[in-house]
């Protein structure tokens, strides 16, 4: 059966775009310029999805999702995905907890937008095969018992400004500090830090890792600035991105609005997973960000399975290479000869490379010895606050602080 994907829109030009679109994908389009007017027509059009714009006169796309669930019960399992112009963490936020399914910006990327339709498809014809197994429920998008449980905290959190960046450090082998690696951290209830691997992964999944990066970058700019305003500073923050911040073309936004001043201080990591499947696109935006002077590491080196193929066919400036190498580098062999064969590929490249993941002296002098640039790890310091950072590793009075020791705990 050939799916049916109601679009609701006060923008003709938009809609016909729209229906092209998807009748070009296969799918039977039915196009509204009135919203109350799509409302009355939903038990004879019968739609699989409803595409439905957030800025409409007379009914918004939170009225109409509101209206739609309340009207047509027996509707439930019909995804609403919402389209705006609108790109911001309020909306974002206003979408989910209004029964959104998903959330759409404008303009569209063509090939996300067909994705996403297609996903939501493919959820709801399981749910009409009875799999049970993905546990798909209405107008709560796919998140059920505690994952919809954290979503809605992580929203709150969001609007209160609860998540903020932490600084590692990364060392040169003189022990002087030019650089640290930003990580989220969440300040839940002002007192308990949780660490991202209890929410990234349900900000990822439900559409928020795009305004937490959003909200820790601007962050990090701030940091940034303010140590620049109290002394000279070469320091450099690493910030990880998604795969989404490519799928959504989103990375080219963040690179034009790193102010100019300290455009130089802020590079980014990306992991293999980023560019599975989407290379040429995801090489086009690091080609710009680096042409801009946008330093740009792959991060988690050697655990993709194209490693290779994308140093010759990136213009990355440089590789970070995985603490499952470093964690084994000085006890087996294998794992310190592919420390070392990783080296060279930098040096073959003329990228800059850091070793993340060390943890004890005989791992830091087997990879400074090696010809290693900076390591980071448990060894050196953890993530610390911006404040923290700032007093012991950039401080104008850094020389005459005593060093946070080398042996610090987790």
Same mark, same amino acid.
């Given at each position: 059966?050939?799916?049916?994907?109601?679009?609701?829109?006060?923008?003709?030009?938009?809609?016909?775009?729209?229906?092209?679109?998807?009748?070009?994908?296969?799918?039977?389009?039915?196009?509204?310029?009135?919203?109350?007017?799509?409302?009355?027509?939903?038990?004879?059009?019968?739609?699989?999805?409803?595409?439905?714009?957030?800025?409409?006169?007379?009914?918004?796309?939170?009225?109409?999702?509101?209206?739609?669930?309340?009207?047509?019960?027996?509707?439930?399992?019909?995804?609403?995905?919402?389209?705006?112009?609108?790109?911001?963490?309020?909306?974002?936020?206003?979408?989910?907890?209004?029964?959104?399914?998903?959330?759409?910006?404008?303009?569209?990327?063509?090939?996300?937008?067909?994705?996403?339709?297609?996903?939501?498809?493919?959820?709801?014809?399981?749910?009409?095969?009875?799999?049970?197994?993905?546990?798909?429920?209405?107008?709560?998008?796919?998140?059920?018992?505690?994952?919809?449980?954290?979503?809605?905290?992580?929203?709150?959190?969001?609007?209160?400004?609860?998540?903020?960046?932490?600084?590692?450090?990364?060392?040169?082998?003189?022990?002087?500090?030019?650089?640290?690696?930003?990580?989220?951290?969440?300040?839940?209830?002002?007192?308990?830090?949780?660490?991202?691997?209890?929410?990234?992964?349900?900000?990822?999944?439900?559409?928020?890792?795009?305004?937490?990066?959003?909200?820790?970058?601007?962050?990090?700019?701030?940091? @940034? %600035? +303010?140590? #620049?305003? $109290?002394?000279?500073?070469?320091?450099?923050?690493?910030?990880? *991105?998604?795969?989404?911040? =490519? &799928?959504?073309?989103?990375?080219?936004?963040?690179?034009?609005?790193?102010?100019?001043?300290?455009?130089?201080?802020?590079?980014?990591?990306?992991?293999?997973?980023?560019?599975?499947?989407?290379?040429?696109?995801?090489?086009?935006?690091?080609?710009?960000?680096?042409?801009?002077?946008?330093?740009?590491?792959?991060?988690?080196?050697?655990?993709?399975?194209?490693?290779?193929?994308?140093?010759?066919?990136?213009?990355?400036?440089?590789?970070?290479?995985?603490?499952?190498?470093?964690?084994?580098?000085?006890?087996?062999?294998?794992?310190?000869?592919?420390?070392?064969?990783?080296?060279?590929?930098?040096?073959?490249?003329?990228?800059?490379?850091?070793?993340?993941? @060390? %943890? +004890?002296? #005989?791992? $830091?002098?087997?990879?400074?010895?090696?010809?290693?640039?900076? *390591?980071?790890?448990?060894? =050196? &310091?953890?993530?610390?606050?911006?404040?923290?950072?700032?007093?012991?590793?950039?401080?104008?009075?850094?020389?005459?602080?005593?060093?946070?020791?080398?042996?610090?705990?987790?």
């Amino acid at each position: 059966m050939t799916d049916r994907i109601m679009v609701i829109d006060d923008d003709d030009d938009f809609s016909e775009y729209l229906a092209v679109l998807l009748a070009g994908a296969g799918y039977v389009v039915d196009t509204f310029s009135n919203a109350q007017e799509a409302l009355d027509s939903v038990g004879l059009v019968a739609p699989s999805l409803i595409l439905c714009d957030l800025v409409m006169p007379g009914m918004d796309g939170f009225q109409f999702i509101h209206k739609f669930r309340h009207r047509y019960p027996d509707g439930a399992h019909i995804p609403v995905v919402l389209i705006s112009a609108k790109n911001n963490i309020t909306e974002v936020i206003k979408a989910k907890f209004s029964g959104a399914d998903d959330f759409i910006a404008k303009p569209i990327n063509q090939a996300l937008f067909l994705a996403t339709v297609t996903c939501r498809l493919e959820q709801i014809s399981r749910i009409r095969k009875g799999d049970l197994a993905f546990n798909i429920f209405r107008s709560e998008g796919n998140r059920t018992g505690k994952d919809h449980d954290l979503y809605k905290t992580m929203c709150a959190a969001l609007e209160a400004g609860e998540f903020c960046a932490h600084y590692q450090p990364k060392v040169s082998r003189d022990g002087v500090i030019h650089g640290a690696e930003a990580l989220a951290r969440w300040i839940h209830d002002g007192k308990t830090v949780l660490p991202p691997n209890t929410f990234i992964p349900i900000a990822e999944r439900y559409g928020l890792i795009l305004p937490l990066t959003d909200s820790l970058l601007n962050q990090i700019k701030m940091d @940034v %600035e +303010n140590w #620049d305003a $109290k002394g000279p500073s070469d320091i450099n923050i690493s910030v990880n *991105l998604s795969p989404v911040h =490519f &799928s959504f073309e989103n990375f080219r936004n963040i690179i034009e609005h790193i102010p100019s001043k300290i455009f130089n201080q802020i590079s980014f990591e990306i992991t293999e997973t980023s560019l599975l499947g989407n290379i040429d696109k995801v090489g086009d935006l690091i080609r710009h960000a680096v042409e801009s002077g946008s330093q740009i590491f792959i991060d988690d080196f050697g655990t993709g399975f194209s490693s290779l193929s994308y140093l010759q066919n990136l213009p990355v400036t440089g590789l970070k290479v995985d603490k499952s190498f470093v964690d084994n580098c000085v006890t087996d062999s294998r794992s310190g000869a592919l420390v070392k064969s990783i080296l060279d590929l930098a040096a073959i490249f003329d990228l800059d490379i850091v070793a993340e993941g @060390v %943890e +004890n002296e #005989d791992q $830091k002098a087997f990879l400074f010895d090696a010809g290693y640039d900076e *390591l980071q790890g448990f060894l =050196f &310091s953890p993530a610390v606050s911006s404040t923290h950072f700032e007093k012991h590793y950039i401080a104008p009075n850094y020389d005459q602080l005593p060093k946070p020791s080398l042996g610090m705990q987790h």
